[in-house]
T-cell receptor, first 114, second 116 residues
Framework: EDKVVQSPLSLVVHEGDTVTLNCSYE??????LLWYKQEKKAPTFLFML????IEKKSGRLSSILDKKELFSILNITATQTGDSAVYLC??????????????FGGGTRLMVKP | KAGVTQTPRYLIKTRGQQVTLSCSPI?????VSWYQQTPGQGLQFLFE???????NKGNFPGRFSGRQFSNSRSEMNVSTLELGDSALYLC???????????????FGEGSWLTVV
């Protein structure tokens, strides 16, 4: 059975801190790993990673994938209160019938205090 | 460009009733998938449609069903509602690409279903 595990479950930091969120996975027919930010609404897409070792960056956020060790990290530098959210890691699997589905981790709840 | 649109946003139903939720994907996206999100189970895959065909189904009972129309819009239906069906139902769409490339998958705002 496919599995995605995120750590830590929750995290409280102060503005300006740097945080690292972890995601490990065991998925057959891996295609990609995606990171989402979820506040009290729909998950918002952050990154999609398909290749090992290539860092993706967007402003203060960055992410990297290690397909050998089966994990990914999401870094947020100079955190702001607006970064407070649940961060979700999901892995896309490819099925033999060419379909796709996401298996999600349980999420990391980040709270950034002023 | 409009995002993924789901209706209704909020609804309350009684046990035993049925419900139909609607999803309009991003223009040009042909893959539509549905997810259930609950505090206890997190986000779980329900099913995925592409070109009006269900390609994959998650581990949900047969009371959960869906369909996709020729314009890629999708509906999901839950019959004989149970209290445990109370959840946020999320629709996602993507430009599906075959082969090794991953697919960016975008989510709608969701439909909050409460079963009483």
């Amino acid at each position: 059975e496919d599995k995605v595990v995120q750590s830590p479950l929750s995290l409280v930091v102060h503005e300006g801190d740097t945080v690292t969120l972890n995601c490990s996975y065991e998925v057959t027919n891996f295609r990609s790993l995606l990171w989402y930010k979820q506040e009290k609404k729909a998950p918002t897409f952050l990154f999609m990673l398909t290749s090992s070792g290539i860092e993706k960056k967007s402003g203060r956020l960055s992410s990297i994938l290690d397909k050998k060790e089966l994990f990914s990290i999401l870094n947020i530098t100079a955190t702001q209160t607006g970064d407070s959210a649940v961060y979700l890691c999901a892995v896309e699997a490819a099925f033999h019938n060419a379909g796709n589905m996401l298996t999600f981790g349980g999420g990391t709840r980040l709270m950034v205090k002023p | 460009k409009a995002g993924v649109t789901q209706t209704p946003r909020y609804l309350i139903k009684t046990r035993g009733q049925q419900v139909t939720l609607s999803c309009s994907p991003i223009s040009g996206h042909r893959s539509v998938s549905w997810y259930q999100q609950t505090p206890g189970q997190g986000l779980q895959f329900l099913f995925e449609y592409f070109s009006e065909t269900q390609r994959n189904k998650g581990n949900f009972p047969g009371r959960f069903s869906g369909r996709q129309f020729s314009n890629s819009r999708s509906e999901m239906n839950v019959s004989t509602l149970e209290l445990g069906d109370s959840a946020l139902y999320l629709c996602a769409s993507s430009l599906y690409r075959y082969g090794g490339q991953g697919n960016t998958i975008y989510f709608g705002e969701g439909s909050w279903l409460t079963v009483v």
